[in-house]
């Protein structure tokens, strides 16, 4: 598994509002190696060590915000900006001996090979295909999906007097395959002694099923009674999940409703939280 991120940025004033400008990358590659198995097909002439694909992430965002504070009451803080998400995910196939089947002449079996070609185990059984017991991604699993974002908020505290805050925030976002959702929060936070805040919050919130969930497919070895059998992991918008019946995945939204007192000088806090999907 490797890891990999670069951000850079710039920051200054103008006219008394803070501005900020940044790019951020960042991609997630998983490679599977299956060890220590073979490829029943190939008989004795498998090997025992096969690269079996695997999948990436990657995203790149792009922020730019602006804030400020005013002396209005005992203080007034505005900050506003926007942000671009773009999103890649990838099922990258193996080597063709991870996944394939072979016939008794070392070619690929297709549809077309006769039955008499295959490669069968001693009870007469077609042995299966791939590597044991993690056969590794085919073509027909690597697929390449992508998703864009533009996000635009808009965010106030106000500190009424030197105990009362007041807090706002309104947030849009456009999904590029899961449409716009407009979201918001009110909290206030009251000072009822020296070391003791009462905080109350309520809050609206949008998740959009992730890239993996949507696109991600596999094959797997499964043993029953002796027997092996290849199972299929289908991607959500795929025609054979479709044939099942399974509906197409989507975006979660909640409500939260929160309140709780929290100490200043000490570590106690205690509260509650109420979620409505």
Not at 125 to 141: D, T
Not at 154 to 170: C, N, V, Y
Request: one cysteine or more; a neutral charge; glycine letters at 10%.
């Amino acid at each position: 598994m490797n890891d990999y991120s670069l951000a850079a940025g710039i920051k200054g004033k103008w006219d008394g509002w803070n501005i900020d400008f940044s790019n951020t990358f960042g991609k997630n590659v998983f490679g599977f190696g299956v060890v220590n198995t073979f490829n029943a097909s190939l008989t004795d002439g498998s090997p025992r060590t096969f690269d079996a694909g695997g999948s990436e992430f990657s995203q790149n965002t792009v922020n730019l915000d602006f804030s400020k504070k005013y002396d209005i009451l005992k203080g007034l803080n505005i900050a506003f900006g926007g942000e671009y998400r773009h999103e890649n995910y990838k099922v990258n196939a193996g080597k063709e001996n991870s996944y394939a089947s072979y016939d008794i002449y070392g070619r690929v079996v297709t549809a077309k090979t006769p039955e008499n070609e295959k490669v069968t185990d001693f009870f007469g059984n077609v042995r299966p295909a791939g590597a044991q017991v993690f056969p590794g991604f085919s073509p027909e699993n690597a697929v390449s999906g992508n998703r864009n974002s533009i996000a635009a908020y808009f965010d106030t505290e106000l500190e009424i007097t030197d105990r009362w805050l007041l807090e706002g925030a309104l947030r849009y976002e456009n999904y590029s395959d899961f449409g716009s959702t407009f979201n918001y929060k009110i909290a206030t936070n009251v000072k009822l002694a020296s070391n003791l805040n009462w905080r109350g919050a309520v809050s609206t919130g949008f998740r959009a099923p992730s890239l993996a969930q949507i696109y991600y497919s596999s094959t797997s070895t499964l043993i029953q009674q002796g027997k092996t059998t290849q199972v299929g992991t289908f991607r959500n918008n795929s025609e054979a999940a479709q044939a099942l019946g399974i509906p197409k995945l989507k975006q979660e939204t909640s409500r939260s409703y929160s309140t709780g007192d929290s100490g200043i000088k000490s570590d106690f806090y205690s509260g509650c939280l109420l979620n409505k999907d």
